[in-house]
């Protein structure tokens, strides 16, 4: 009993309390501003800032909500977070100067309310430059109108108002400082033979018209070998070895009797004659036998026979087959050397049977060994031989190459570029580097300076060697972008820049 009395005391002084409280509020006047700044923040009303002391009231103006945690989400409009909390409103004269836009979630309200580009403007806080919506980094078709982030962290690129007009008159712009961070480069539109490689592989072999076999005419020994080694490289006219031969010595007595007597001046005149004709018999015989030429002047001067002959080298080259061995017997014809001039070897090269109809005689030939991959040597196709393997599909090619210092080896394998010249020559061409191609519109961007580029659209032909043609859109000397297309692109608003021309802009595939 006595616990009910107290607390209905204790009730009605709480209920006086708070009627006193009141009546003193009423009394004081207290600003009706300090009841408004103390509710529970509504995002549906309009946001006004406490006017000074004689000054009528200023509306603020609400750039974005932020989450009242500090999470990095943002939201153009009133929202609340999971645990029903206002987003917090941030106002433009509340930014910092020169601060960057805070960015929002992917996933934002920018994506689900689908506002305009246009409902707001902002401007850089460090330019004064008005910015008109933030668009994709990544070139593709999605605009917020305040700072965001895509799904992989990076922010929206604001557009500025200046630059859409510049977009509107078909002119993309970046700062210079910008375009030297992004590694812009230009070269200008020139003229050039488009040419097609078609490569192929092949081995290196001797050239067939410059492998010499060194043998006799008659029957004989071998008495000395002067050269006596495999890969030993010979001079032309070099002594090679001395034989023996009967039937050398045989003609050379012959020879040397009939040169005496044809010097007797006791011979009449019809004997002379009769001599004369029988020395040019012998001499004739020797040089069918292949007597060698020093050894026959020789055999004139002395007019006396030799049992052993030195035999020379008739040509310069490098020995690669020596069955000749000292004292062993030869028959006419048997191989004793096989010489091969090497300052000349062939390449045949495998060329595919798709590939054989751009490939021509004369056509200039790029040849990579491995022995020597920083030293390309070049060729020519010399010989397209007239069949196709059954079952590599290829056909053999002979392109022959100079060897100097003899660096190239029978059988070592190569890779070759036969240049095929494509379509008419002395075209206008760029590198293909500098097209943006969508697959239904090509432009290149013309460099004017300065940090502007124009998109032009353009009509490709040919390509080849990494080149392009270009039959309309460009002329020559203008310079176009080589480097960082793409980069110009994300950095800029090319697809309103495209607008202008009366076409769809370029989307990244």
Same mark, same amino acid.
């Given at each position: 009993?006595?616990?009910?009395?107290?607390?209905?005391?204790?009730?009605?002084?709480?209920?006086?309390?708070?009627?006193?409280?009141?009546?003193?509020?009423?009394?004081?006047?207290?600003?009706?501003?300090?009841?408004?700044?103390?509710?529970?923040?509504?995002?549906?009303?309009?946001?006004?800032?406490?006017?000074?002391?004689?000054?009528?009231?200023?509306?603020?103006?609400?750039?974005?909500?932020?989450? =009242?945690? /500090?999470?990095? #989400?943002?939201?153009?409009?009133? &929202?609340?977070? !999971?645990? %029903? $909390? *206002?987003?917090?409103? @941030? +106002?433009?004269?509340?930014?910092?100067?020169?601060?960057?836009?805070?960015?929002?979630?992917?996933?934002?309200?920018?994506?689900?309310?689908?506002?305009?580009?246009?409902?707001?403007?902002?401007?850089?806080?460090?330019?004064?430059?008005?910015?008109?919506?933030?668009?994709? =980094?990544? /070139?593709?078709? #999605?605009?917020?109108?305040?700072? &965001?982030?895509? !799904?992989? %962290? $990076? *922010?929206?690129?604001? @557009? +500025?108002?200046?630059?859409?007009?510049?977009?509107?008159?078909?002119?993309?712009?970046?700062?210079?400082?910008?375009?030297?961070?992004?590694?812009?480069?230009?070269?200008?539109?020139?003229?050039?033979?488009?040419?097609?490689?078609?490569?192929?592989?092949?081995?290196?072999?001797?050239?067939?018209?410059?492998?010499?076999?060194?043998?006799?005419?008659?029957?004989?020994?071998?008495?000395?070998?002067?050269?006596?080694?495999?890969?030993?490289?010979?001079?032309?006219?070099?002594?090679?070895?001395?034989?023996?031969?009967?039937?050398?010595?045989?003609?050379?007595?012959?020879?040397?009797?009939?040169?005496?007597?044809?010097?007797?001046?006791?011979?009449?005149?019809?004997?002379?004659?009769?001599?004369?004709?029988?020395?040019?018999?012998?001499?004739?015989?020797?040089?069918?036998?292949?007597?060698?030429?020093?050894?026959?002047?020789?055999?004139?001067?002395?007019?006396?026979?030799?049992?052993?002959?030195?035999?020379?080298?008739?040509?310069?080259?490098?020995?690669?087959?020596?069955?000749?061995?000292?004292?062993?017997?030869?028959?006419?014809?048997?191989?004793?050397?096989?010489?091969?001039?090497?300052?000349?070897?062939?390449?045949?090269?495998?060329?595919?049977?798709?590939?054989?109809?751009?490939?021509?005689?004369?056509?200039?030939?790029?040849?990579?060994?491995?022995?020597?991959?920083?030293?390309?040597?070049?060729?020519?196709?010399?010989?397209?031989?007239?069949?196709?393997?059954?079952?590599?599909?290829?056909?053999?090619?002979?392109?022959?190459?100079?060897?100097?210092?003899?660096?190239?080896?029978?059988?070592?394998?190569?890779?070759?570029?036969?240049?095929?010249?494509?379509?008419?020559?002395?075209?206008?061409?760029?590198?293909?580097?500098?097209?943006?191609?969508?697959?239904?519109?090509?432009?290149?961007?013309?460099?004017?300076?300065?940090?502007?580029?124009?998109?032009?659209?353009?009509?490709?032909?040919?390509?080849?060697?990494?080149?392009?043609?270009?039959?309309?859109?460009?002329?020559?000397?203008?310079?176009?972008?080589?480097?960082?297309?793409?980069?110009?692109?994300?950095?800029?608003?090319?697809?309103?820049?495209?607008?202008?021309?009366?076409?769809?802009?370029?989307?990244?595939?």
């Amino acid at each position: 009993m006595k616990r009910m009395v107290v607390l209905a005391i204790a009730v009605v002084l709480v209920g006086a309390a708070g009627t006193t409280g009141g009546y003193w509020l009423a009394q004081h006047k207290l600003p009706d501003g300090w009841f408004a700044a103390r509710q529970a923040p509504d995002s549906h009303v309009q946001h006004t800032a406490a006017p000074a002391p004689g000054e009528p009231a200023k509306e603020r103006k609400v750039l974005y909500y932020k989450d =009242p945690m /500090g999470n990095p #989400d943002y939201s153009p409009v009133p &929202k609340k977070d !999971p645990m %029903g $909390m *206002d987003y917090i409103p @941030v +106002y433009e004269d509340a930014e910092e100067p020169g601060a960057s836009p805070a960015p929002s979630s992917a996933g934002g309200p920018a994506h689900q309310h689908g506002e305009a580009s246009d409902s707001r403007q902002t401007s850089a806080p460090s330019t004064g430059r008005t910015i008109l919506y933030y668009r994709n =980094p990544m /070139g593709l078709a #999605d605009t917020s109108p305040v700072p &965001k982030k895509d !799904p992989m %962290g $990076m *922010d929206y690129v604001p @557009v +500025y108002a200046d630059e859409a007009e510049a977009a509107s008159a078909g002119i993309v712009k970046i700062s210079p400082v910008r375009v030297q961070q992004i590694g812009v480069r230009s070269e200008p539109v020139g003229r050039r033979d488009l040419v097609r490689p078609i490569r192929a592989v092949g081995t290196v072999q001797f050239d067939e018209r410059r492998t010499f076999v060194i043998s006799t005419r008659f029957e004989g020994w071998i008495e000395k070998l002067l050269v006596n080694a495999t890969g030993q490289t010979v001079r032309r006219g070099e002594p090679l070895m001395q034989v023996y031969s009967p039937d050398l010595v045989l003609a050379q007595r012959e020879y040397a009797l009939l040169s005496r007597s044809a010097q007797d001046v006791g011979s009449t005149d019809g004997e002379s004659a009769a001599t004369r004709q029988l020395l040019e018999g012998a001499e004739q015989r020797l040089r069918y036998l292949d007597f060698p030429l020093s050894e026959m002047e020789r055999l004139k001067r002395e007019a006396q026979a030799r049992e052993s002959v030195t035999i020379p080298s008739p040509v310069s080259g490098t020995v690669i087959e020596k069955p000749a061995l000292q004292g062993m017997r030869f028959m006419p014809g048997e191989t004793l050397y096989k010489i091969v001039d090497m300052s000349t070897v062939w390449l045949i090269a495998e060329v595919f049977e798709q590939d054989l109809a751009s490939v021509a005689v004369g056509q200039p030939a790029k040849i990579v060994v491995k022995a020597y991959p920083d030293q390309p040597f070049a060729g020519r196709v010399a010989f397209i031989y007239p069949t196709v393997g059954g079952q590599t599909r290829t056909a053999r090619v002979r392109i022959e190459i100079s060897n100097p210092g003899n660096l190239l080896k029978q059988e070592m394998y190569a890779g070759v570029e036969i240049a095929s010249p494509v379509g008419r020559r002395d075209v206008l061409a760029v590198p293909d580097s500098a097209v943006i191609d969508n697959g239904v519109r090509q432009v290149v961007l013309i460099d004017r300076g300065e940090g502007r580029f124009e998109p032009r659209p353009v009509r490709l032909g040919e390509k080849g060697d990494g080149y392009v043609e270009i039959r309309d859109g460009v002329a020559a000397d203008e310079r176009v972008v080589v480097g960082a297309n793409f980069l110009i692109d994300a950095e800029s608003n090319l697809k309103a820049a495209l607008s202008g021309f009366g076409g769809g802009g370029h989307q990244h595939q």
